[in-house]
């Protein structure tokens, strides 16, 4: 008698029937995880909803407007830019006071400026930088990127040998040929006057001509590769006429530079001379920074900003 046909007229219950299993086979296949993912995580971070990504996140930043002559004299006051003009303006006067009056030795004292005027040209070539990435305001620097004191000495020692390349021809010539003279043999072997020497004034022109350059080369690449001559010339040859003019323009702001630090001892007052000063020398590393920008290919230093 088949199943149909039993007594009733009904279907045989379905309790009767056994329980089927459904085998590995039938199953849809499980997704793969890595093979040192732990089970729990692996779940737990495929059972998390995907995070929503704005559509506009990788819009690029609006273009700046041009820039003028309005963003060097703007570019000192961004809020770090303010501080650490304050800290280099009444720095030296207030350690100079602060260390005489402890009566601390001569050579702290010394090491205490170095260290100063180090972290005065560290953060100028920060400035540098900063205007040739297009930044219209003074960097911040955070206390993690700060150098050292080895790292400051050995950047003191930097500006002062792109000096010494620049301008020790002129100086030991003035020494050799006019200071020497005086010194051993009075004023009657003193030779003719120094304005109206030829030579002296070649090599003072040479000095002012390659000045800018070393500085700029000092502050991208911040080793001695910017002490390499051939580097200089160069970069020079190559962007002549735009790196005359910006030449005489910094002649001009290191006369007046030059004429404020010396009248800090003569009728300016001391601190407003020397704020004048520092404030030229931001205005310089800015102007220093758009250049590279604008002669970046011509340039040809392959470095990295």
């Given at each position: 008698m088949t199943e149909g046909n039993q007594p009733g007229g009904g279907h045989a219950n379905r309790e009767d029937e056994p329980i089927r299993l459904k085998r590995d086979t039938d199953l849809p296949p499980e997704p793969s995880r890595p093979a040192h993912s732990p089970r729990q995580e692996w779940h737990r971070r495929n059972s998390e909803p995907?995070?929503?990504?704005?559509?506009?996140?990788?819009?690029?930043?609006?273009?700046?407007?041009?820039?003028?002559?309005?963003?060097?004299?703007?570019?000192?006051?961004?809020?770090?830019?303010?501080?650490?003009?304050?800290?280099?303006?009444?720095?030296?006067?207030?350690?100079?006071?602060?260390?005489?009056?402890?009566?601390?030795?001569?050579?702290?004292?010394?090491?205490?400026?170095?260290?100063?005027?180090?972290?005065?040209?560290?953060?100028?070539?920060?400035?540098?930088?900063?205007?040739?990435?297009?930044?219209?305001?003074?960097?911040?620097?955070?206390?993690?990127?700060?150098?050292?004191?080895?790292?400051?000495?050995?950047?003191?020692?930097?500006?002062?040998?792109?000096?010494?390349?620049c301008f020790g021809p002129v100086i030991f010539y003035t020494f050799y040929f006019y200071i020497w003279p005086i010194l051993w043999f009075g004023r009657e072997g003193a030779t003719p006057n120094l304005q109206s020497d030829p030579i002296y004034w070649i090599l003072f022109g040479a000095g002012v001509l390659f000045f800018p350059m070393f500085l700029l080369a000092a502050a991208m690449f911040d080793s001695v590769t910017a002490l390499n001559p051939v580097l200089i010339i160069s970069s020079i040859i190559s962007t002549f006429v735009s790196y005359c003019a910006l030449a005489l323009l910094f002649f001009g702001i290191g006369l007046l530079v030059n004429y404020l630090i010396r009248s800090m001892f003569v009728w300016i007052p001391g601190l407003f001379a020397w704020g004048a000063a520092l404030y030229l020398m931001f205005i310089a590393a800015y102007i220093l920074g758009r250049f590279f920008r604008r002669y970046e290919s011509r340039l040809n230093w392959e470095v990295k900003l």
């Open positions: 995907t995070a929503y990504i704005p559509k506009d996140i990788h819009k690029p930043r609006p273009p700046q407007k041009p820039a003028t002559i309005l963003d060097a004299f703007r570019f000192p006051f961004s809020l770090a830019g303010v501080i650490h003009f304050l800290i280099f303006w009444f720095g030296p006067f207030l350690l100079l006071f602060f260390l005489r009056a402890f009566l601390f030795s001569e050579i702290l004292i010394v090491g205490v400026l170095i260290a100063l005027f180090g972290y005065l040209y560290y953060y100028l070539s920060s400035c540098v930088i900063a205007a040739a990435k297009d930044e219209r305001l003074a960097p911040d620097v955070s206390f993690d990127e700060t150098p050292g004191l080895l790292d400051l000495l050995r950047r003191v020692l930097l500006i002062i040998g792109s000096t010494l390349i």
